[in-house]
């Protein structure tokens, strides 16, 4: 049995004035109209944008809803929205059960006062009696793992302690619908993960909206997605893996940067060979051929050098280096020009944009002397989505 | 797992359909529901304060003591010649100016209340009717210290002991509600334009010479009809005749003005309660 909707959001748009006198005045406008009941305005008034256009979703109870975009697509305008900060201009948002949001964690905290005092003050705001904090105080002092400071300024706390007291008081809430902004990514790796436990715990009997640029995590825990992209959905609906792919897409950053080049080379071409092009992008599949052919100028150089090619990730995390070439590898120079290309059979890379950079070094030494990042970038396609960087082929057979 | 039945609905739309019967209610169930939250806010505050000063409590009446001062220098040293005002001239002087900065307190409280509060109205849903209601204990407080500052000079002045004294801490009461309430009504614009806290800081300035503050109402002439007029003689003549046991000029005045503010106080919490999103979609980004 499917599970009721807690969210409900229909043809929710809102405006934004990009000019502040204006937007002040339309404010001061907009206050005579709330406070008349006056109910007009469903147009754009000058120097108004729709910071949000007619967006519409539904979330059950256990579901999470991944809310993805680049920065000033409108995600927050739409979680600002959710939780009652401000109206919509048009639509309708229904909220069933209680809501709890961890957009600012430790909201309510006075610097001057200790963190003990700090744990009332923050759970008083998020809505909880006297009586449940002091219940709770304990179990949140313990969650946060700074008994040690608890009686210190919150002023000289660190900012991972005070999102760890915030997170810790924001825990005991146990809301039906959970509203999570990037507050979480301040901790260390430790807490986070402390973190995503408590929110898997409770995932089975909470909806869940979730906003990251995080896009391993957004995969993992998220069942739908939306993509905005200035303030309408580019995707919205349950391919997690789809819409992923377009966010990526968006962000292929296609500017090279020559890090060093003492010049005596320069690069000249780099291209995928046997690839197509989607948006400008060259895709192979998985489990295809990856060859790459490379064009050098010499300006000055007697030896073939060595080439370190490192594949990089959509977030800028090395993930695999192709074996360097050798003295005796059969590429020469050839009128000042080094051309080559390299073949790496069946590529095993899961889904995703990655990007080559390449280091170029006399042999035995080790000082560079070219580097350069981005040369190129390639996707991978594939059916399935994986926030792990290799998809490996493999057969199961029985024993 | 909870019942369906048992889930709070809420629902947020451009048109405001409400009822204002319906408006009305959540307003006062969460004016006074967020007792615990604005009382925490208050001490949380007020503690903060002190905490970081060493003259601490001694800067609530230092600045109404400093203007009291002038005057009476003024008065003393026959520099101006003021009239009689019935009783010794620091008494009234000093009730004058401490009643005075009360009601400014008051007047700004509800905009100073939400400007502090700003970082967490644009993130965190509360019921922001907290922020008021912790000003009001904020103005409690500061008002009690105040109280016993007065009495103490009202005895040491050998003006002796009323029993209207009894009404002196309601009739500061009504003052705090009717500055709340003038407060309440500005804070909505005043959030959106720094120019009119401004505004009004001057005019507050300017209204306390209409005001018998530190000197009494004239027999004639102009300033006669304006400070007669000033809702806020009655407030102050009438709260400082509760202490010295005067007679009651303006108690018709006053509590006309009492019961006014009182309806409108509600009115301003309604006004706020809608403004509030409108508010923090303009200042937060």
């Known amino acids: 049995m499917e599970k009721e909707v807690l969210v409900k959001v229909e043809g929710l748009s809102k405006k934004f004035c990009k000019d502040l006198k204006t937007s002040l005045w339309y404010g001061v406008k907009d206050l005579v109209s709330q406070v008349s009941g006056n109910k007009e305005n469903e147009t754009l008034r000058p120097k108004e944008f729709w910071a949000l256009k007619d967006i519409n979703f539904e979330l059950r109870r256990g579901e999470c809803l991944g809310l993805i975009g680049h920065n000033g697509a409108g995600k927050s305008t739409l979680l600002k929205i959710l939780n009652g900060l401000i109206n919509p201009d048009q639509g309708k948002v229904t909220m069933r059960g209680r809501i709890g949001a961890l957009i600012e964690l430790g909201a309510g ?38 008994r040690e400071f608890i009686d210190m300024p919150v002023q000289n706390y660190s900012s991972g302690m005070k999102v760890r007291l915030g997170f810790a008081v924001a825990a005991q809430m146990e809301p039906d619908i959970l509203i999570i902004d990037e507050v979480l990514a301040v901790g260390d790796l430790g807490f986070r993960l402390k973190c995503f436990k408590s929110i898997d715990e409770i995932l089975p009997n909470t909806a869940i909206i979730f906003v990251s640029h995080n896009m391993p995590m957004i995969s993992k825990i998220c069942d739908k997605i939306i993509l905005l992209n200035r303030g309408e959905y580019k995707y919205n609906g349950p391919d997690v893996s789809k819409a992923i792919d377009l966010y990526y897409n968006k962000i292929v950053d296609n500017t090279s940067k020559i890090l060093f080049d003492n ?78 290309k390299i073949t790496h059979k069946g590529i095993q890379l899961s889904k995703g944009v990655y990007t080559l950079s390449i280091t170029v070094f006399k042999f035995n030494t080790i000082d560079p002397i070219f580097r350069i990042n981005q040369a190129i970038s390639f996707q991978i396609l594939h059916q399935d989505d994986h926030y792990q960087s290799f998809l490996l082929d493999c057969e199961f057979e029985s024993l | 797992m909870k019942n369906n039945k048992d889930l709070q609905v809420k629902i947020y739309q451009k048109q405001n359909s409400t009822r204002l019967t319906t408006l009305f209610g959540d307003t006062i169930k969460d004016f006074f529901g967020s007792h615990f939250l604005a009382l925490q806010l208050a001490k949380r505050d007020i503690s903060a304060q002190y905490r970081q000063s060493y003259l601490g409590i001694l800067w609530l009446f230092i ?31 000093f009730s004058g100016t401490l009643i005075w900065s009360i009601i400014i307190e008051a007047i700004n409280s509800p905009t100073a209340a939400t400007n502090a509060a700003r970082g967490i109205i644009s993130k965190i849903n509360f019921p922001k009717e907290a922020l008021i209601l912790s000003g009001i204990y904020k103005l409690c407080f500061n008002s009690m ?51 009119v806290s401004r505004l009004l800081t001057m005019s507050l300035s300017l209204i306390m010479y209409a005001t018998p503050v530190v000197y009494v109402i004239p027999k004639t002439g102009i300033l006669k009809t304006i400070m007669e007029i000033n809702p806020l003689t009655a407030l102050v003549s009438t709260i400082r005749a509760t202490l010295t046991g005067q007679e009651y000029e303006f108690v018709f005045y006053f509590i006309v003005l009492g019961s006014i503010s009182f309806v409108l106080f509600f009115v301003g919490l309604v006004i706020y309660r809608v403004s509030i999103p409108v508010i923090v979609e303009r200042l937060s980004a």
């Open chain 2, 145 to 195: 210290v105040k109280i016993i500052l007065l009495l103490l000079f009202v005895f040491a002045f050998g003006v002796g002991f009323h029993w209207s004294l009894l009404l002196f801490p309601l009739t500061l009461l009504v003052a705090i509600i009717v500055g709340t309430a003038i407060g309440l009504l500005i804070t909505p614009i005043g959030l959106l334009y720094s120019d």
């Open chain 1, 109 to 146: 905290f006075n610097p001057i006062l200790t963190g003990r005092e700090n744990i009332y003050n923050n759970g008083a705001v998020l809505g909880f009696t006297r009586k449940e904090i002091d219940a709770k105080v304990e179990e949140i002092i313990d969650f946060s793992e700074i």
């Open chain 2, 63 to 93: 600045t109404p003591l400093a203007t009291a001062g002038v005057w009476i220098f003024l008065n003393a040293s026959g520099t101006i010649a003021l009239t009689d005002t019935g009783i010794p001239y620091p008494v009234y002087a």
């Open chain 1, 263 to 340: 010049g005596t080379l320069e690069l000249q071409e780099i291209k995928l060979i046997d690839s197509d092009k989607i948006d400008e992008i060259s895709t192979i599949n998985w489990g295809q051929d990856l060859c790459i052919a490379f064009s050098f100028f010499v300006k000055r150089l007697a030896d073939i050098p060595l080439f370190k090619i490192v594949i990089f990730d959509q977030e800028q995390k090395p993930v695999a280096v192709f074996s360097e070439n050798k003295s005796d590898s059969p590429i020469k120079i050839e009128e000042n020009q080094i051309n080559f």
